[in-house]
């Protein structure tokens, strides 16, 4: 924190350092309602996050290709305020969603692609299904 003195008063102002990195991992969890995605540095230290709701989509409009595209345009504009030399993106993909396809596209249109991984959990036979209704 930095203080700032204006005018008799002293603020503290919360000062903007900027990483620099050459490799981000994204992380997209596609929902049925909505698109939620998470840029990290290889640590896994979230630098920015942007979903479909919250860039204004509301109801049914959250769970479409296009809000998703617009989530991750607006992640990469606030990735560009906090990392500098970003050059390679590898891409996790997580969830049936519709917004899966359409925000990677978008992440591959700004930055080189390096991985697209799906890590979607599957079912090893979990557990017992209910037993069938007698009428």
């Given at each position: 924190?930095?203080?700032v003195?204006?005018?008799?008063?002293?603020?503290?102002v919360?000062?903007?350092?900027?990483?620099t990195?050459?490799?981000i991992l994204?992380?997209?969890?596609a929902?049925?309602?909505?698109?939620i995605?998470t840029a990290?540095?290889?640590?896994g230290?979230?630098l920015?996050?942007?979903?479909?709701?919250?860039?204004?989509?509301r109801?049914?409009?959250?769970?479409?290709?296009?809000?998703?595209?617009?989530a991750?345009?607006?992640?990469l504009?606030k990735?560009?305020?906090?990392?500098?030399?970003?050059?390679?993106?590898s891409?996790?993909?997580?969830?049936p969603?519709?917004?899966?396809?359409s925000?990677?596209r978008t992440i591959?249109s700004?930055?080189?692609?390096?991985?697209?991984?799906?890590v979607?959990?599957?079912p090893?036979?979990?557990?017992?299904?209910?037993?069938?209704?007698?009428?």
């Amino acid at each position: 924190m930095a203080r700032v003195k204006t005018s008799g008063t002293t603020k503290s102002v919360k000062k903007i350092v900027k990483k620099t990195l050459t490799d981000i991992l994204f992380y997209i969890k596609a929902s049925y309602g909505n698109t939620i995605i998470t840029a990290t540095d290889p640590y896994g230290n979230v630098l920015a996050f942007a979903s479909a709701g919250g860039c204004g989509y509301r109801g049914a409009r959250k769970s479409t290709p296009h809000a998703a595209a617009h989530a991750a345009e607006v992640l990469l504009e606030k990735l560009m305020n906090v990392v500098s030399g970003a050059k390679e993106a590898s891409i996790f993909v997580n969830g049936p969603g519709p917004g899966r396809e359409s925000a990677a596209r978008t992440i591959g249109s700004k930055l080189k692609v390096k991985l697209i991984s799906d890590v979607t959990g599957l079912p090893h036979n979990g557990c017992r299904k209910k037993k069938k209704r007698k009428v």
